[in-house]
């Protein structure tokens, strides 16, 4: 009997601490998603329901199949009524409410800020999800990627309540945040995928995951503090993702070229003084990422590190080779019996050595004697890339081939996010 009551004992004391464990994770049954904010603002907006929405102002409650909308300096303008207040809500009696005849689940709230319409969908989050995960991947995938990708953006959504507080929502119906589309996007796979995993999220010692995604990988993913610097996220580091080619042979390779122009005025663009650039050279990590961009001109230098790397030229993922192409004719300027002489910087002398190309020795120019090293000397360049985003937590496609090959959801979060385990909230 003492045996037994000792057994019981302990698994009332482990049932407590999964509890506590639990009680840390916290998943909103309600999201608000802003879809018209700040420089997208709107004036007036038409709002529309398959029956009839519902709005109650101070005026009265208002029932109608289509309501239009517009900003005041004070409120809002709705038909012949004028309100003063900075907020209202829209409601469908039944089906959905359409912003712009646009479809969207939930309701929507306007918002009055500086005479401009915000307009914020308000949606629980399992049906928010629903026009998620058909933009974040695609219809048609394996249904185990589609799950491990519902998970994922379940968990994000989790863990970026409040992000936007100060436009009066959650997250943006953008890349700022997860890409939304509302009922028009949904597709019924990918709400099965929603469904089958309802409530549950990826956690970290007994707290919410980081759960970052992106499309393509260069055959592995990177680890956070070689991208944004950041420390604490021992499930962020890299992993092999060479299954990923079963989907994409060639991991997603592209190319961008600038010529030496093209590149000063990129410089002057951006506000950089540091004068004619004369050298461009990177330093990689372990995994070919690019840890810095440094960029040498006439005037000076400027390094960028990490992610800054790659948002320099806006290019599609932080791996790349960058290669100079000179024709030999960049020109350089020497002291000659008529004083300062612009000459090509192919030029061949007879040295002590033989015929040698000017560009290739040390020489007396203007600024006194300087060796001219033909390498930094180019007329273009071409970025050769590998992968698509910043490489960070699951590749989606390493996801679409782990799938293929039979891996499960699990299978495919735990790869990609270290340590973690699968939680269910509810």
């Given amino acids: 009997m003492k045996h037994v009551l000792k057994i019981l004992i302990m698994c009332i004391i482990l049932l407590c601490f999964a509890i506590a464990a639990k009680a840390e994770i916290v998943v909103p049954d309600i999201v608000r998603i802003g879809l018209f904010y700040n420089s997208t603002a709107l004036s007036e907006v038409t709002l529309s329901g398959t029956a009839e929405l519902t709005c109650i102002t101070s005026q009265e409650e208002m029932r109608n199949s289509e309501f239009v909308v517009s ?23 039944n089906g959905y409410i359409s912003v712009n005849n646009k479809p969207y689940r939930g309701f929507i709230r306007l918002t009055n800020r500086n005479g401009k319409i915000t307009v914020i969908n308000v949606v629980k989050l ?68 929603v469904d089958e995993t309802r409530g549950m999220i990826v956690s970290f010692d007994g707290k919410i995951a980081s759960t970052f995604y992106f499309a393509t990988s260069h055959g592995q993913t990177l680890n956070v503090k070689d991208v944004w610097g950041s420390s604490g996220y021992p499930y962020l580091v890299s992993v092999d993702d060479s299954l990923q080619d079963n989907v994409i042979p ?61 948002n320099f030229f806006g290019l599609r993922s932080q791996v790349y080779t960058i290669e100079k192409h000179s024709s030999g004719n960049a020109s350089m300027s020497v002291l000659s019996a008529n004083g300062t002489e612009t000459t ?69 979060i735990t790869h990609y996010f270290t340590g973690v385990e699968i939680t269910q909230i509810y």
Avoid at 259 to 279: C, F, P, S, V, Y
Avoid at 303 to 309: G, I, L
Avoid at 376 to 404: P, R, V
């Fill in 71 to 93: 900003a005041t300096e004070t409120g809002f303008k709705i038909g012949e009524f004028e309100e003063t207040l900075t907020q209202l809500d829209f409601y469908p009696t």
């Fill in 250 to 310: 060639d991991k997603g390779a592209w190319k961008v070229t600038y010529t030496r122009g093209e590149l000063n005025n990129l410089l002057a663009r951006k506000g950089l003084n540091i004068g004619e650039i004369t050298d461009i050279k990177t330093e990689l990590n372990e995994q070919g990422a690019v840890l810095k961009l440094i960029l040498t001109g006439t005037e000076g230098e400027k390094v960028y590190q990490r992610e800054s790397a790659r």
């Fill in 126 to 193: 399992e049906d928010y999800l629903y026009g998620v995960v058909p933009l974040e991947m695609s219809t048609g995938w394996p249904v185990e990627a589609l799950k491990s990708q519902a998970i994922c953006a379940r968990t994000y959504s989790a863990s970026s309540i409040g992000r936007f507080e100060s436009y009066g929502f959650d997250m943006t119906d953008t890349t700022l945040s997860q890409v939304y589309g509302g009922v028009n996007v949904e597709k019924s796979d990918c709400t099965q995928a």
């Fill in 344 to 412: 090509p910087g192919n030029t061949a002398v007879i040295s002590a050595s033989g015929i040698t190309n000017l560009s290739d020795m040390k020489v007396l120019t203007a600024n006194g004697i300087e060796f001219k090293d033909s390498s930094n000397t180019f007329d273009s360049i071409t970025i050769n890339g590998l992968g698509y985003g910043h490489g960070i937590g699951m590749s989606q496609n390493g996801a679409k081939a782990m799938a293929k090959a039979g891996y499960t959801y699990e299978q495919i």
